[in-house]
């Protein structure tokens, strides 16, 4: 029996010229755009909490509680043979940015059977990088894969590629910034 792979993966991902104040309103703009994209006719995200809590350590942050509705997202023969609940994704988020934590689990369906524990910690360019970002013990440092992501230079598939948010063509004129070149990790810390 072959030794089982990473139980843990970290993607590093360092991103151009971007302060932790503009990562924070980008994201916030996506998940708006993402839910608005794909909600409507009861699929997509549906949010149940939005609202500011207090952590368990006594830290502020929001607090969300989406389901996301995936039938038409999977094949029609998929969603005929799914039991009621399967293409259901509780999504439990914890922000406390730049520290977001979220666990996606299936409770009408799988129960305890299925839980993906996803953390985020955003860091200036000049900590991109750091090592042990999440202060991980020995043990689980073994466990991890770390996969360093190039947004401009590493390979995406046709599917999923824009020329409209390529970053070697994409310029944002209102603040002159892109597109970016090949070598740009080079300059990255210098904004």
Known sequence: MAAP?????????VLPYVSLDEIQIGLLYTL??????????????????????????????????????????VPRVIRMLAPKGALEIHDIT????????????NP????????????????????????NVFNLDDEKRAKTLTIKIDIVNDQVSQTDYSEDTDPIKFRLEKISRGPLTADWKVNVSRH
């Not at 792979?5 to 991902?13: A, D, K, N, V």
């Not at 009861?42 to 039938?71: F, W």
């Not at 914890?94 to 689990?105: E, F, L, M, N, S």
């Open 108 to 131: 009408d369906y799988m129960k305890d059977g299925f839980h993906v524990d996803v953390q985020k910690i955003f860091k200036d360019n000049d900590k991109a990088t750091e090592e």
């Open 32 to 73: 708006c755009k993402t839910s608005l994209a794909e909600t409507g006719g009861a699929e997509g995200v549906e949010i149940i909490v939005n609202e500011p809590r207090t952590t368990d350590t006594g830290e502020e942050c929001q607090y969300y509680h989406k389901i996301l509705h995936l039938a038409s997202k």
């Open 5 to 13: 792979g990473p139980l843990y993966t970290e993607f590093r991902i």
């Open 94 to 105: 914890t922000d406390t940015y730049p520290k977001i934590r979220t666990a996606y689990t």
